[in-house]
């Protein structure tokens, strides 16, 4: 597990909610607390799809953050920031085992955090600091400034 702070607010909002560099990722959660707090989870609900979008979406779990991005955008866009956003992306291995990178913005500060669960015990952190390395390199791929906390 890492976390980093994002020294550039603005520029990483920009990149999360306008742009589509997280547009591949999957969400596992979103929490916002704006006038009321508000949470969404990932899951994608096959019953809501057409049969085009079943076939599309076949074998996702988690809904994409491209599909996500316009509606959470529109539930906080307006003159206030949110008080508190979380996003969690969550990525599944194919030995079971699954990556999370969660971003949190409360009271001003943005941070990221990466997280790794395997599916069984064991002492060996390999698979974790790969998916550390990852994700630290999804960042400086994107020109996110951070600190590593």
Known sequence: MQMYKIEDVKEFMSLLLI?????????????LKTLVPISIQGTLQEDWLSEEERELYAGNEYA???LLRPMVFSLIK??????MMRIQFVHSFDNGDCGGLRIQFEKGKLTC???YTAAT????KSAEQVWDDQCAEFLRKNGIVSTLL
């Open 121 to 124: 015990f064991t002492l060996d």
């Open 78 to 83: 307006g003159k206030q920031t949110p008080q």
């Open 113 to 115: 955090i990466s997280m």
């Open 19 to 31: 742009k589509e560099n997280f547009d591949k990722f999957c969400v596992g959660s979103v929490e």
């Open 64 to 66: 994409s953050w491209k």
